[in-house]
């Protein structure tokens, strides 16, 4: 069975850190990110990395404050986030996909997804 198993959310005070973990079973993918959705908004892209050779990217909202990272023995993939601000605060899922990189941003083109986890930050 696939599964991606999200753990690694809570509630931290603005300024703070938490570090999301996306733990894949059943397959190996070719690149996995994450997504998040605040209440009454849509899902939004957040990071994405490929498994095999390590490219990156963020959207602009989360750029030097959060960094993405894999452990390919481990087949799960990591969000460290840093300087957390209010805005942050939504349910955080893992994506992943068998395919190229390509269409990253698009919530579409990824085929699996977690169950999400809460991130909640407090001013």
């Known amino acids: 069975q696939v599964q991606l198993v999200e753990s690694g959310g809570g509630l931290v005070q603005a300024g703070g850190s938490l570090r999301l973990s996306c733990a894949a079973s059943?397959?190996?993918?070719?690149?996995m990110g994450w997504f998040r959705q605040a209440p009454d908004k849509e899902r939004e892209f957040v990071a994405a990395i490929t498994v095999p050779g390590g490219s990156i990217h963020y959207a602009d909202s989360v750029q030097g404050r959060f960094t993405i990272s894999r452990d390919n023995a481990k087949n799960t993939v990591y969000l460290q986030m840093n300087r957390l601000k209010p805005e942050d605060t939504a349910v955080y899922y893992c994506a992943a996909d068998r395919r190229g990189w390509f269409s990253i941003m698009v919530r579409s083109a990824w085929e699996r997804w977690g169950q999400g986890t809460q991130v909640t930050v407090s001013s």
């Open positions: 059943g397959r190996t993918f070719a690149r």
